[in-house]
């Protein structure tokens, strides 16, 4: 399982899921891909790097999935994949490839990412993301 939904009374919950950092915050980006189209399907035409740091793991998944809408909203780009990601010491750079969020249906409109309730923590062998978005 990449990512589950979870309940909360007014906004979108998520917890995301991975071996390692770099595939909990990948899924992370796709649950949030989720939560603003559904399982609409997303073409791959356009191709972006994204460059995001933090003081910590939860920051860094902060200006991370900030980064992701505010191409949605200033940009008129909606994230398809997440190509390649490479965190290193709270510094994060992922290429993602996507579309003109004009040519999407949006379920949701997701304002901002929010630290309630934030984790982003190693348990045994994988990596815990939890995550609340402003919808």
Known sequence: MKFKFLSHTADVKF????????EA?????LALKEAIC????IKSNVK??????????????????EKIIYLADAENFLIAEV???KIKKFELKAVITGDKASNC???NK??????NEMFAVKKG??????CVLDV
Do not use: H, P
């Not at 915050?25 to 980006?29: D, G, H, I």
């Not at 997701?110 to 630290?115: F, L």
């Open 105 to 107: 249906k949006f379920t």
């Open 38 to 41: 559904g399982k609409m399907k």
């Open 25 to 29: 915050f990948e899924n992370s980006a």
């Open 48 to 65: 972006k790097t994204i460059k995001a740091e933090g003081r910590d793991f939860e920051s860094l998944l902060y200006n991370f999935l």
């Open 110 to 115: 997701v304002k901002a990412v929010t630290y």
């Open 83 to 85: 190509k390649e990601i």
């Open 125 to 130: 062998n994988k990596w815990i993301i939890q």
């Open 15 to 22: 917890q995301a899921f991975g071996k390692n950092a770099e």
